[in-house]
């Protein structure tokens, strides 16, 4: 098992009771909902709880999820209706797979005997793996994030300025979700972004409080530290996305490509993982090919048209192989190219940001693979946790092809301490 899904595993664990409810269940989102009318103290109580609760259970309910026949249809211009169903599983392990369907001329609400509370419960004991008292380090990152309002609270003042960039506004009401949205997100990201928090409702119903919140769908940050640290600031919206920085505040949140990514043919990620393990079970790591494979598009980062100088040429060899990944001509072709699971065949892979950081990090560490990490200047709620030299081996960003050379040809060279080095990964 690789490293993100043992740490997916752990979070599992870290929370509590799993739900087996209902074989089908309507949502009914709407672009506006009742406000949530909260005191200071309740509202930050609410708005910091719900990334904790998400961090233990809104990734484990990925792992149940399937998306393969996930579609998009607007009924009308005020709502969207969702049909999340359940098919039944075989135990063991006891899974909760929720397929959603959008429906055409559907009005329904949820039915009236949808659950407001959680009624069984799923023992740890059901699972292969042995439970654990602690959570992942990572975990920490979430205080961090939260930081900027530990002693303020959150404010309705401070929610309402989060709306000059959030593309929805989220609410939840009883049991109930409501959103607003603000504008059109790329792609399905905002779609893919709330399914993922219906997932959450449905495995604990009735375990989510009342809550309100702002969440942008872009890739880069935009709550800037420097704006809010003079005395008489009136504090930084708490603007939830999928990636941060050092220099910004905004609160990260797992992104949309964990349920799939339908407009580039990346399967959800539960079922991808299992053909990625699939392909690693039969191809050790010595038997690969000895060179530093990255494939994607260099056109929206400078730094990865710099990375393709780094590529075998007549005159330099810097142990790379880098190739131009077009997304266009894939959609044209059917994807035939772009299969992820079979990336993995080489000994290193490169991981390197694009406009900001990329979701091609799970798939990259997912490959049993010596992965090779240009340094990053942006994050997403996993990598903080991540260690050079632990989890990876650093490449210099200033010096990319000289780094990489000598990462590879040292790998090469002491392959027995590199193959104990990504046994000791896997096994985490």
């Known amino acids: 098992m690789n490293l993100l899904s043992n740490q997916l595993t752990m979070q599992r664990f870290c929370s509590s009771g799993l739900a087996r409810h209902f074989s089908e269940v309507l949502i009914t989102l709407r ?5 949530v009318k909260k005191n200071l103290g309740t509202t930050t109580t609410l708005l910091l709880f719900l990334p904790l609760l998400i961090a233990t259970a809104f990734i484990s309910s990925l792992w149940n999820s399937d998306t393969s026949n996930f579609s998009v249809h607007n009924i009308s211009r005020n709502k969207t209706v969702i049909i999340v169903s359940r098919k039944p599983q075989n ?21 009236t005997n949808y659950p407001k509370t959680s009624q069984t419960q799923e023992s740890i004991s059901d699972y292969s793996i042995p439970p654990t008292s602690t959570c992942p380090d990572y975990f920490r990152w979430i205080h961090e994030d939260l930081s900027p309002w530990k002693v303020t609270g959150i404010t309705r003042d401070m929610l309402e300025r989060a709306n000059q960039t959030a593309h929805f506004r989220l609410i939840l009401v009883n049991n109930k979700v409501y959103i607003h949205k603000y504008k059109q997100s ?8 709330i399914w993922g928090i219906l997932q959450l409702l449905r495995k604990y119903p009735g375990r989510l409080p009342d809550l309100e919140l702002m969440f942008d769908c872009d890739d880069r940050p935009v709550i800037r530290s420097r704006d809010y640290s003079g005395p008489n600031n009136k504090g930084p919206p708490p603007l939830f996305r999928y990636s941060g920085d050092r220099w910004t505040m905004d609160i990260v949140f797992p992104d949309w490509s964990f349920w799939g990514w339908a407009e580039i043919n990346i399967k959800p990620w539960e ?34 048209r710099d990375l393709l100088t780094c590529n075998l040429s007549d005159k ?21 190219q772009s299969n992820l699971a079979s990336q993995c065949a080489h000994r290193y892979k490169i991981y390197i940001e694009g406009y900001a950081w990329s979701v091609s990090e799970k798939y990259i560490l997912a490959c049993d693979s010596t992965t090779l990490i240009v340094k990053p200047y942006f994050h997403d709620f996993f990598i903080r946790y991540l260690q050079p030299l632990r989890h990876y081996w650093p490449i210099r960003d200033k010096d990319k092809c000289k780094s990489i050379k000598f990462a590879v040809d040292w790998g090469n060279t002491h392959k027995q301490k590199v193959i104990s080095f990504v046994d000791y990964i896997i096994l985490m």
């Open 31 to 35: 672009r506006w909902g009742p406000r």
């Open 91 to 111: 135990r063991p392990p006891k899974r909760i797979t929720t397929p959603l369907n959008c429906v055409k001329n559907q009005t329904q609400t949820c039915p």
């Open 186 to 193: 790329i792609q399905t990201r905002d779609v893919f972004t």
């Open 271 to 304: 079922s991808l993982l299992r053909e990625l393990k699939e392909g690693n079970n039969g191809r050790n790591w010595v038997d690969r090919e000895p060179y530093a494979y990255w494939k994607g598009n260099p056109f929206v980062a400078e730094t990865r």
């Open 316 to 336: 330099h060899d810097w142990n790379a192989r880098l190739y131009v990944q077009d997304w266009i001509l894939e959609s044209k072709q059917g994807f035939q």
